[in-house]
């Protein structure tokens, strides 16, 4: 295989693009040998819907498209980060009883580390904000 391998699909701001990145992603992953029913399969496509639906609606109107970003290292290492305009950082918000979101980053951010990944937040050149997830590709399992 390549030491490198990319995938980026630019889509509108509009709720109906999450979907479509979730697809695009679990399409590339199965591309590059992950198969769907995996654990880190289901968490990657729970990732990229978290943090596209973020940059739908925390944007406020201001990033009228976000872009998935995959990139697959050496088969070692996979980066997937989505970005957008909008030249605010995510913020975690504070726990409350009725509140009922909020709490995308942190759900991001465990099923990372569940991968033995992380999150990382980096600014743009143009004033927009990366979120991404680093995590360690599987190894393939031999049948």
């Known amino acids: 295989m390549a030491d490198q391998q ?13 979907s479509r990145a979730r697809r695009h992603v679990a399409r590339v992953l199965a591309e590059w040998g992950l198969p769907e029913a995996t654990d880190t399969a289901d968490a990657l496509r729970l990732i990229v819907s978290e943090l596209t639906t973020n940059a739908v609606q925390h944007t406020f109107g201001q990033s009228p498209t976000f872009t998935v970003d995959l990139r697959l290292d050496r088969d070692a290492v996979l980066h997937l980060g989505v970005t957008d305009s909008h030249p605010r950082r995510p913020q975690r918000l504070p726990a409350a009883v009725r509140q009922d979101n909020g709490r995308g980053l942190v759900i991001v951010r465990a099923l990372a580390k569940e991968c033995g990944g992380r999150l990382t937040v980096r600014p743009t050149p143009d004033g927009g904000k990366t979120v991404a997830v680093t995590v360690p590709w ?6």
């Open 6 to 18: 990319e995938s980026t699909v630019t889509l509108p701001s509009d709720p109906a693009s999450v």
């Open 138 to 143: 599987p190894a393939p399992t031999l049948a």
